[in-house]
């Protein structure tokens, strides 16, 4: 192991301590970096953490499309098979009194296909 370490070409340079140093430094650059994104993401972490709390409040008792417990009901469940852009909207119409008549399937023909047909 001494004959590795004494045959490096550092092993003799005069600027070893200076490179030592200023490796040392990179290292606790390197650190502080992983500790600071460490803690960015801690961070987002907790701003998904609050704007999920604000989507279950909005979607649950004011919207009705999970329940206590956050299950999603079947208005929930339709509002995640629309691949249309205004999923809330679609959902809330399709589920809506005048919608939820005797011919309801009409309607939602109608709702679902004139999105696609303004493209």
């Given at each position: ?44 972490d ?25 299950t ?9 098979e ?14 809506s ?8 399937p009409?309607y ?8 696609r047909?303004?493209?």
């Amino acid at each position: 192991m001494e004959q590795i370490m004494f045959s490096n070409p550092l092993h003799n340079d005069p600027r070893l301590p200076e490179l030592y140093t200023m490796y040392s430094r990179k290292q606790e650059a390197q650190t502080k970096m992983r500790d600071l994104k460490k803690r960015i993401m801690a961070t987002h972490d907790v701003l998904q953490l609050e704007e999920l709390k604000c989507r279950k409040r909005v979607l649950r008792p004011r919207l009705g499309f999970t329940n206590s417990s956050n299950t999603a009901q079947l208005k929930g469940r339709v509002a995640c098979e629309i691949s249309t852009g205004d999923e809330l909207l679609l959902t809330s119409m399709a589920f809506s009194t005048p919608y939820s008549l005797s011919n309801a399937p009409v309607y939602l023909v109608v709702l679902f296909s004139q999105k696609r047909v303004n493209r």
